[in-house]
């Protein structure tokens, strides 16, 4: 499976922004997708996932309400739309796929449930 993710650029504070994350070589709507982020000097964190198709999400307490992950299977591309976009948000953006699409209680959130991973795309949020 390729991930490629796109979308990240520099916006201001109270923005929004989409970012895309286009997959091949397996079968789209086969496989769970997930939003991870990472800021400077910190660990990557879940952000956000959709099932398989798409009828559940989840998301971190802090983009409940403010970013929206969906997906179209038949353009094999989840989306991540972020809204009132703060300078905490700044990271470079990750997408993920995870072939198995079963998780057990909080692993959803742990990059070890996905299999693979995009390039990133770097969202930066000026104040």
């Known amino acids: 499976v390729q991930l490629q993710a796109s979308g990240g650029r520099l916006v201001q504070s109270g923005g929004s922004l989409r970012l895309s994350c286009a997959a091949s070589g397996r079968a789209f709507s086969s496989l769970s997708m997930g939003w991870f982020r990472q800021a400077p000097g910190k660990e990557r964190e879940f952000v956000a996932r959709i099932s398989r198709s798409g009828g559940s999400t989840l998301y971190v307490d802090s983009a409940k309400g403010r970013f929206t992950i969906s997906r179209d299977n038949a353009k094999n591309t989840v989306y991540l739309q972020m809204n009132s976009l703060k300078p905490e948000d700044t990271a470079v953006y990750y997408c993920?796929?995870?072939?198995?699409?079963?998780?057990?209680?909080?692993?959803?959130?742990?990059?070890?449930?996905?299999?693979?991973w995009g390039q990133g795309t770097l969202v930066t949020v000026s104040s």
């Open positions: 993920a796929a995870d072939v198995r699409g079963i998780y057990s209680g909080a692993d959803y959130a742990h990059v070890s449930q996905y299999d693979y």
